[in-house]
């Protein structure tokens, strides 16, 4: 059974950083891509950041330059260091991940349970 476990979500203030943490649980062949989406209440969730299995990025235009995004293949573990954080910010987030469970297989997508994280003074 393959379950994402989320962490380092919390409070800031303003100008702060955080970085959340993503970690696969059970076995699994590759990752094809893992990434950060978030929903903040009243809005649709939105992509964060998302990186390949080779480690190509990409960013949504309001975190970038603010925000990095970085995988462990060693560990199957995705990051994302949130630098200079504003109450924009301020978001449930959630991981993703597009993995290959076997050698041959389609690959398959998986959701973490999300983390708070509150931009406030």
């Known amino acids: 059974q393959v379950q994402l476990v989320e962490s380092g979500g919390g409070l800031v203030q303003p100008g702060g950083s955080l970085r959340l943490s993503c970690a696969i649980s059970?076995?699994?062949?590759?990752?094809?891509?893992m990434g950060w989406y978030r929903q903040a209440p009243g809005k649709e969730r939105e992509l964060v950041a998302r990186?390949?299995?080779?480690?190509?990025?990409v960013y949504a235009d309001s975190v970038q330059g603010r925000f990095t995004i970085s995988i462990d293949n060693a560990r199957n573990t995705v990051y994302l260091q949130m630098n200079s954080l504003k109450p924009e910010d301020t978001a449930v987030y959630y991981c993703?991940?597009?993995?290959?469970?076997?050698?041959?297989?389609?690959?398959?997508?998986?959701w973490g349970q999300g983390t708070q994280v509150t931009v406030s003074s």
């Open positions: 990186i390949s299995g080779s480690s190509s990025t």
């Open positions: 993703n991940a597009d993995l290959y469970l076997y050698f041959g297989s389609r690959s398959r997508d998986y």
């Open positions: 059970g076995s699994i062949f590759r990752i094809n891509a």
